[in-house]
């Protein structure tokens, strides 16, 4: 090659072909090449150094991009979608099973980190910085890095989050049952609220209620059992029901002893009797039996089917509130926190360890807990409705927004904080109602004397049937004839 056409390479094609002893030249291509893989990973190689490489990193990069869009198109127009694909579980040979889809895109990104790393330090050699300007050599390498930084960090956020959300699905949806299709156009879930702490095995369940969701416009319906309501039957499907064919009883004994409340079946169930030997299969449908038996008799008692449960801990609860930033509850009455009197007249005075204020609060985990529990000075129908009052507030806090950015903390609360057996095929399907839910209004029903008249000891069980089916199915306004 003569040195004319080599000059006119130079020349024409300055990026691949450099005049090296022209400083000026060689620090403008460096700082361009540097901007370049950042922006395009790979076009740097493309134009100056080994086109495999560079082809191969334009490839992963429009790729990843293609990736983003879908995922992006796919989130705005059909989440549920995108969440029953990441959230599939695919069992494993010897046991288990794992969320391949999630698994899958933790590997491409990380990968992807790896290569944009070697494009990177491939980018620096390619702009041989003893070639360009003193002050440009400091400048393009601190940018090459904290581009890279940059680059990483978001990277490894998209990781750790998807990671994240992997092991808080893993953790809370264990059951792989087959979903279930709703019962008279409702998804029914029984949910519970007690402390699980260290032996509380055998607790009583603090809080009962069942989530009665429609499965076409996620329209909720929350109705709240009292946890010492007695007389509750149960459906004629029902191992217990052998046990008790008209209503639940309570028995004692010196050893062993249990009321005829709904709160007492868990003892009774797993304490009492041999309850693995009523509901043998709880434990394999990632359930227990004293949860059974009380699914079982919120079925008798509120005449529909309930084939799922939430356990909260109380506890996690705390830690939910927090992780959502606090919830916004406007307090009627002025409220003690602490355990209790020690002796019988006790002043609140003496054992309160704080008080929550009346009037417009802003909760943290700590003081909401204290809300959903404190009864000491007021009622359990009172508790019930704070504690209806703190559910609705926790789920107006679930909005994107809140939940992008504070989706680690979320996910790692909801792992001590829920225990349930829905299928994680149905978690998809439950993101598009709690979606369509944020549309409704919550219907609420206390079957307590002062809400809904409902006797404690004896109830009218047609009555709570009838009150049950009206607020699920609530009959349609006929419309005025004009004229």
């Not at 191969?56 to 990843?64: E, N, P, Q």
């Not at 995108?82 to 969320?99: C, E, H, K, Q």
């Not at 940018?143 to 990671?163: F, P, R, W, Y």
Request: neutral net charge.
């Amino acid at each position: 090659m003569t040195a004319q056409a080599a000059r006119h390479i130079v020349e024409e094609r300055p990026l691949r072909y450099p005049d090296a002893e022209a400083t000026s030249l060689m620090t403008r291509r460096g700082w361009w090449l540097v901007v370049m893989n950042f922006l395009l990973p790979g076009s740097a190689q493309v134009l100056a150094g080994n086109r495999r490489l560079g082809r191969f990193g334009l490839g992963a990069t429009i790729l990843m991009w293609v990736l983003i869009v879908v995922a992006v198109v796919t989130a705005v127009t059909s989440l549920p979608v995108l969440t029953s694909i990441l959230t599939a579980a695919v069992p494993l040979p010897w046991g288990g099973r794992i969320f391949a889809a999630s698994l899958l895109l933790e590997a491409v990104l990380v990968a992807y980190l790896v290569l944009w790393i070697v494009l990177t330090i491939d980018t620096l050699r390619l702009v041989r910085l003893v070639r360009t300007g003193p002050g440009a050599r400091f400048g393009i390498a601190v940018l090459s890095t904290v581009l890279l930084v940059v680059s990483g960090v978001g990277t490894g956020m998209a990781v750790s989050k998807t990671d994240a959300a992997r092991s808080a699905l893993g953790s809370i949806f264990v059951s792989e049952g087959p979903a279930v299709p709703p019962s008279d156009g409702y998804y029914n879930i029984l949910l519970l609220g007690a402390d699980s702490g260290k032996g509380r095995d055998s607790m009583r369940f603090d809080s009962i209620s069942v989530v009665s969701v429609n499965a076409d416009t996620g329209r909720v319906v929350i109705t709240g059992i009292p946890r010492d309501l007695e007389g509750f039957p149960f459906p004629k499907d029902s191992p217990m029901h052998t046990l008790y064919p008209d209503v639940h009883t309570g028995h004692g004994s010196p050893t062993c002893g249990w009321t005829g409340a709904i709160n007492q079946l868990n003892t009774e169930l797993e304490v009492c009797r041999d309850g693995s030997r009523i509901y043998p299969d709880a434990e394999k449908n990632a359930s227990t039996p004293g949860v059974e038996a009380t699914k079982d008799a919120a079925e008798g008692l509120l005449g529909i089917r309930i084939p799922y449960y939430a356990f909260i801990d109380m506890a996690g609860f705390a830690a939910l509130v927090d992780a959502l930033g606090g919830v916004d509850i406007t307090v009627s009455e002025r409220l003690p926190e602490g355990g209790g009197p020690k002796y019988e007249g006790q002043p609140v005075d003496e054992w309160a360890t704080g008080w929550i204020e009346k009037g417009p609060q802003h909760m943290d985990g700590k003081t909401a807990q204290w809300y959903a529990r404190s009864r000491k000075t007021t009622s359990d129908w009172d508790r019930m409705k704070r504690q209806r009052q703190l559910q609705e507030a926790v789920l107006k806090q679930f909005t994107p927004g809140t939940v992008l950015g504070r989706f680690e903390q979320i996910t790692k609360a909801g792992e001590h904080l829920v225990k349930t057996d829905i299928p994680s095929s149905m978690f998809g399907y439950f993101t598009d109602l709690a979606i369509k839910a944020k549309g409704h209004k919550v219907t609420s029903i206390e079957l307590t004397p002062d809400g809904a008249e409902v006797d404690q000891t004896h109830p009218d069980i047609a009555y709570v049937h009838g009150l049950v089916r009206k607020a699920l199915h609530p009959p349609t306004p006929t419309p005025t004839p004009k004229g």
